[in-house]
């Protein structure tokens, strides 16, 4: 019965799917890409997007795909376009972007009848492989679990990966495999090479493929049917908490390159979705928009920095049919924002949705953290005085734009300066959404919305974690006891994530050789902590 409905479930997502240049080629190694969320997400991932087409163009790999599926079909472990069990693969690689994945693989893994730890397979089992942002900045977590981890951009290492493949068809010997795949810079095989040996980031200078693209497209996708093309990968910004501009450097595509992409492969009125996270930094973000709302696209977008956007822009993307303009103030006082390395001021903020309000736009999203280093109960304060004055600002205009307020914790990533930083404790992350909640909620105009602490709790035990994450991961989901219980019979100590790191002990992802030094992030580190305090006594 299970079998029956997981076959229409996924035929129901692959009928609604158009592809976009897939080749579908039958070629003797079989590949199994899995990202593990849902077919919403990940069909809207250019991350996994970008994996996908790699894989498809090479003749000699058959590509399939899973996706993980609402219960009680998540994680049967078969494939979707053929149906085939995981164990009929010769790889199955996982596309990772969030930490918030690793019990989905746990479960893929645990479910397929396949050893979920790499160290218990059999020379015929498939070769279990990941990459993507989450193990770029720590792949330690899962490590028992993964024969091998790609760090960096897919671009490079894909090619390295399928010529360590597919010379082995000869006769498939595991080990040989994973010997080569160990020589091959960029990748981790944690069976072969010590954690504490160091692994070089790939990334790539220029790539023949263009930008990476939606694959296809479909009305269940987490943006609908649209359309996304990435503008560029990284940000020069280099904002104290973000994890995304420190794990690879700041590239962009040029105007041309992009609307030769969106001709190829999308017809007006679109949607196209713009992406990147630094949309707003692109040199001809104004030529890019101009030329496809001329065309007749409709347009989305990922976020803006408030102090970039001008009443012309705005005017040009509400002519694209922009619903919603997204900005991260993420904090309310100035000073505050000056010290998590994201120095924008409030007046200009202000100025930006007055701006929004004029031109029209249905929805301002505005995204928040709570729990930042060095906030106080006055910061709190003063992030409910600017939401109001926001909406303040919106209603003076008259306008019919709504306010949508984003709120989650704030969680230390690895690879960032504030890798050191604790996570708040729950307490205070509560109170806090409590004051919060109280002041802002059911306002006319707004909508408010926040991640849970035990969410952001979670997080921070993956972001931070070594290989008893993993284990306790996987006693959890084998004995339902909870993940607080079983982290503390592996020995982790809950007060790490609460506890500032000191700067002078090795953390678990000292391995990884980023574009940017350690002794940066520490620079940065201690601008933003201040001195340190005089000691009493
Ligand atoms: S501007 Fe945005 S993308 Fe760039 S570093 Fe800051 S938070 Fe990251």
Redesign the pocket.
């Known amino acids: 019965m299970i079998s029956n409905s997981f076959d229409s479930a996924v035929g129901a997502f692959l009928s609604a799917e158009s592809r976009l240049g897939i080749l579908g080629n039958r070629g003797s190694i079989q590949l199994c890409l899995l990202y593990p969320n849902l077919y919403a997400l990940g069909i809207a991932n250019l991350g996994f997007n970008r994996i996908w087409q790699l894989l498809d163009r090479e003749s000699d790999i058959t590509v399939e795909r899973a996706f993980y599926l609402e219960p009680p079909h998540h994680a049967v472990p078969k494939s979707w376009e053929w149906k085939r069990p995981f164990g009929a693969f010769h790889v199955l690689a996982f596309s990772l972007s969030s930490e918030e994945d690793y019990p989905a693989v746990l479960e893929f893994l645990m479910s397929s009848g396949i050893q979920p730890r790499s160290s218990k397979r059999k020379p015929r089992d498939p070769i279990v492989i990941a990459g993507g942002l989450a193990p770029t900045l720590n792949p330690r977590p899962l490590s028992l679990y993964f024969d091998a981890l790609c760090i960096g951009d897919g671009e490079l290492l894909i090619p390295s990966l399928k010529r360590v493949i597919t010379g082995s068809t000869g006769g498939w010997d595991r080990q040989q495999v994973l010997e080569n795949l160990a020589a091959t810079p960029g990748i981790w095989v944690p069976s072969l090479k010590e954690p504490d040996m160091p692994i070089a980031s790939w990334r790539f200078s220029d790539d023949p493929l263009g930008p990476a693209r939606s694959m296809a497209i479909s009305p269940q996708g987490h943006f609908g049917s649209m359309f996304l093309v990435e503008v560029g990968r990284g940000?020069?910004?280099?904002?104290f908490?973000?994890a995304?501009?420190y794990s690879v450097p700041h590239r962009i595509w040029s105007a041309e390159v992009l609307e030769n992409t969106i001709d190829q492969w999308a017809r007006p009125p679109g949607p196209v979705g713009l992406v990147g996270?630094?949309l707003s930094d692109h040199p001809e973000l104004r030529q890019i928009v101009e030329n496809l709302v001329t065309r007749g696209y409709r347009l989305g977008l990922s976020?803006f920095?408030a102090d970039i956007l001008d009443r012309g822009l705005l005017e040009l993307l509400r002519r694209g049919q922009v619903e919603t303009i997204t900005i991260?103030p993420e904090a309310g006082s100035e000073s505050l924002r000056e010290r998590i390395?994201?120095p924008i001021s409030n007046e200009r903020i202000l100025e930006t949705a007055r701006w929004i309000a004029e031109a029209g736009f249905p929805r301002l999203r505005c995204y928040y953290m709570t729990g930042l280093p060095g906030e106080t109960s006055d910061d709190i304060e003063t992030l409910i005085f600017l939401c109001r004055r926001i909406q303040s600002t919106i209603r003076s205009t008259n306008s019919q734009t709504r306010l949508d307020i984003r709120i989650s914790p704030f969680v230390p990533k690895p690879g960032t300066p504030f890798q050191w930083a604790p996570l708040a404790l729950e307490s205070a992350l509560k109170k806090a959404q409590q004051r919060i909640r109280s002041a802002l909620e059911g306002q006319h105009g707004i909508t408010l919305r926040m991640t849970s602490p035990s969410e952001a709790w979670q997080e921070a035990l993956f972001s931070r974690g070594d290989e008893r994450v993993g284990l306790a991961i996987e006693e959890a989901l084998r004995t339902e006891k909870s993940l607080r219980q079983t982290a503390v019979q592996f020995g982790i100590d809950l007060k790490t994530i609460t506890h500032p790191l000191p700067v002078d002990q090795p953390l678990p992802w000292r391995q990884i050789q980023r574009h940017i030094s350690p002794q940066f992030l520490e620079k940065q580190w201690s601008k933003s902590i201040g001195p340190p305090e005089p000691q009493s006594g």
Do not use: F, I, P
């Not at 940000?235 to 904002?239: E, K, P, S, V």
């Open positions: 940000c020069g910004r280099l904002c908490y973000c995304t501009c996270a630094a976020s920095r991260a390395g994201k």
